[in-house]
Nanobody, 129 residues
Framework: QVQLVESGGTSVQAGGSLRLSCAAS????????LGWVRQVPGKEREGVAA???????SYADSVKGRFTISLNTTGDTLYLQMNSLKPEDTAMYYC???????????????????????WGQGTQVTVSS
């Protein structure tokens, strides 16, 4: 059973940085995609960044150049480094996973619901101006 537990969300001022972490377990598959998805109340979930087991990554246009997704060497902790934060980055951030063959690009297409099969509980990020 896949388990995903996020941490690191907090309040920060615009222009600041924050790193989210996700402790992942139960996905001993050779192929997988992991990602970060955010949601603001009343709006659809937005795929922010994704990474696969080969290290390929994909980002939403709104965060390119500011956010970096990475996986530690043992493959059990997913990170999202967020720099130059803006008030519009305020959201609940979820760690998510898909097992088996997957394409990272599909999770960060604008207007497309990121269809991960497994989700964490989320961690709140608030950016004040």
């Amino acid at each position: 059973q896949v388990q995903l537990v996020e941490s690191g969300g907090t309040s920060v001022q615009a222009g600041g940085s924050l790193r989210l972490s996700c402790a992942a377990s139960g996905y001993l598959w050779s192929s997988y995609c992991l990602g970060w998805v955010r949601q603001v109340p009343g709006k659809e979930r937005e795929g922010v960044a994704a990474i696969d087991g080969a290290g390929d990554t994909s980002y939403a246009d709104s965060v390119k150049g500011r956010f970096t997704i990475s996986l530690n060497t043992t493959g059990d902790t997913l990170y999202l480094q967020m720099n130059s934060l803006k008030p519009e980055d305020t959201a609940m951030y979820y760690c998510a996973a898909d097992l088996g063959a997957c394409s990272v690009k599909l999770y960060t297409v604008a207007g497309r619901k990121p269809d991960f099969g497994h989700w964490g509980q989320g961690t709140q990020v608030t950016v004040s101006s």
